[in-house]
Nanobody, 124 residues
């Protein structure tokens, strides 16, 4: 079992920044790939960013490329999402996920474990 706990969400004005954290515990070695997804009210959960176990490989949705940065510190079993130049359309609940390494890094179906989510609200 793997437990994921997100933190760092909040309310910010457009153009501002937030840093999300995802603390993992349990059998983390069984789920080397980690990712961030988000779900806005009334919409489906969508891929935001993913990172390999080593941190060398990172992937981003086109909508956040150049503004968001995913990283991880395996010594702390923690993954991060630095979000800059936030826009109102970034408003959503953000979820971290963990699963096996795969080319399908942007698919919700890949990930076995999910956090409870943290709300990000960007005002215009």
């Amino acid at each position: 079992q793997v437990r994921l706990v997100e933190s760092g969400g909040g309310m910010v004005q457009a153009g501002g920044s937030l840093r999300l954290s995802c603390a993992a515990s349990g059998r983390t070695f069984s789920t080397p790939a980690m990712a961030w997804f988000r779900q806005a009210l009334g919409k489906e959960r969508e891929f935001v960013a993913a990172i390999s176990w080593s941190g060398v490989s990172t992937y981003y949705a086109d909508s956040v490329k150049g503004r968001f940065t995913i990283s991880r510190d395996n010594t702390k079993n923690t993954m991060y999402l630095q979000m800059n130049t936030l826009k109102p359309e970034d408003t959503a609940s953000y979820y971290c996920a963990a699963g096996p390494q795969s080319r399908d890094y942007d698919s919700r179906l890949l990930y076995n474990y999910w956090g409870q989510g943290t709300q990000v609200t960007v005002s215009s």
